[in-house]
């Protein structure tokens, strides 16, 4: 994994600290290794960003976006590039989505990982 700055590390702990609802929610099911015994780490420093939640075995990236990220697209879209490019497989879900039926998140989460052995 690329290095990251020691603010990064502030930043990420931080955000680990002041979870979304969405955030919380999905973190339920995905810790413990409660999906398909992957490890999943939660607000990880990579190279210049920080991802919500990173499984290093699976190369795979879940971020959750809220309302800001309409705003932002074009900056997401680099974002996702600068991961698909270290070799990472970037799964993106609204918030609404993993509030609403995180079920169906979790089998497209799932499904990426099948994809990725």
Not at 58 to 79: C, F, K, N, P, T
Not at 87 to 103: A, I, M, Q, Y
Request: some cysteine.
């Amino acid at each position: 994994m690329l290095p990251h700055t020691p603010q990064a590390l502030i930043n990420a702990k931080q955000l680990r600290q002041q979870q979304t609802q969405a955030e919380q929610q999905l973190w339920s099911k995905l810790r413990h290794r409660q999906l398909a015994g992957l490890k999943f780490r939660r607000q990880v420093p990579i190279g210049a960003y920080i991802v919500d939640f990173y499984c290093h075995e699976q190369g795979l990236v879940v971020e959750l976006d809220g309302s800001q990220h309409i705003e932002q697209a074009a900056y997401d879209e680099v974002r996702s590039q600068f991961l698909q490019a270290q070799g990472l497989t970037v799964l993106r879900f609204w918030n609404n989505v993993v509030l609403t039926d995180v079920d169906s998140v979790l089998k497209q989460v799932w499904s990426a990982t099948n994809a990725r052995v």
